[in-house]
């Protein structure tokens, strides 16, 4: 993860986003989801990480948690939204981040750290300009 990225994180912005989305609106794009009972807080549906007939994936909302029973694959918390888009689709932190805004129709906000050249790239530069001289 680079450090832009890092920064970003503790942004307030992405916070509230990831308050925003819940945890099921994420993972039925990929995963038909459906509701045993009436009032149940769990929601169920096939594991996209393995091969079955019955559902043992199950999402809650509430408790914000993501499990299945059949391979032991879990995600959990706020970053479960964002783990669960880097397992299923195999693309990074940002990008799935950036899923979760389209997903919302949030904006996110312009980085406004400057971009600074390596240490290792302005030695190189200073020691060609001795060797011109």
């Not at 990929?30 to 990480?49: A, I, S, W």
């Not at 693309?91 to 899923?99: E, G, R, S």
Request: aromatic share 10%; hydrophobic share 40%; with cysteine.
């Amino acid at each position: 993860m680079n450090k832009e990225l890092r920064l970003a994180l503790r942004r307030p912005w992405l916070i509230q986003l990831l308050e925003v989305v819940p945890m099921s609106a994420v993972v039925s794009q990929f995963v038909p989801l459906h509701r045993r009972y009436e009032h149940d807080d769990y929601m169920r549906g096939l594991c996209p990480f393995h091969q079955e007939r019955t559902p043992s994936f199950t999402v809650s909302d509430s408790k914000e948690r993501i499990h299945c029973f059949g391979c032991g694959e879990k995600f959990g918390g706020q970053w479960g939204k964002v783990l669960f888009l880097q397992r299923v689709q195999g693309v990074d932190a940002a990008h799935a981040i950036t899923l979760i805004a389209e997903l919302a129709q949030f904006k996110i906000p312009p980085f406004p750290g400057k971009r600074r050249a390596p240490r290792w790239r302005k030695r190189k530069a200073k020691r060609m300009r001795r060797k011109k001289i």
